[in-house]
Every structure is written in C-alpha cells, then in structure tokens.
C-alpha cells in the first residue's frame, strides 16, 4: 500500500462463512488479507452508502399534502381542546409530591 495510507488496529470480527470467502481470494490473487479487505471497502463503499441512505428516505407511500392545504389545516384550532384539558388535570392529579 501506499506510505500514505493510514494503519487501523482494529479487530476485524468476520462470519466463517466471510472469512473463507476473503482467504479464498487472498489465495487466489496472492494478495494479502489487508489488500484484499482495503479493496472490498474501496469498492462497496458506495453501494453501501447509497443503501444506507435509501433507508433514510420516506417510509410511508402516502403522498405529502400540498402546502396551501396543510397551512390551512395547521391554523385551524384544535377540536379536541375539552380532551386534552381533562388529560391535563388528570395527570396533575396524579403527581405525588
């Protein structure tokens, strides 16, 4: 490797079933078990990003309200405001000091 490259002295914890599948290719091109991980980060890093970053987009299928229609419905008061009092006093009433 490069003398630029940065040494990290961590564990590396593999499932056997990994393990053999990277020693496999180790043998196969001769190349050292650190070449060979340096690589599989190099080349799915990006893959793996993008996954990672496709599971952060929106979870519901359920489209976005147009924002005219939600701002309308935001300065809307509440209709619940008896249910929530009584909630209020019910949880002060609770408390035990």
Excluded at 59 to 73: A, E, F, G, M
Excluded at 83 to 94: D, E, I, K, Y
Aim: proline share 6%; with cysteine; net charge positive.
């Amino acid at each position: 490797m490069a003398n630029s490259a940065t040494d990290y002295n961590y564990p590396l914890r593999l499932p056997a079933q990994d393990a053999k599948a990277v020693m496999r290719v180790c043998r196969q091109s001769r190349a050292s078990f650190n070449r060979v991980v340096t690589l599989c980060v190099r080349k799915a890093l990006p893959l793996v990003a993008e996954s990672l970053a496709a599971e952060t987009g929106r979870i519901t299928n359920v489209d976005p309200l147009p924002p005219k229609l939600s701002k309308r419905l935001y300065k809307q008061k509440d209709d619940d405001s008896e249910s929530t009092a009584l909630f209020m006093r019910l949880q002060v009433g609770n408390i035990e000091e």
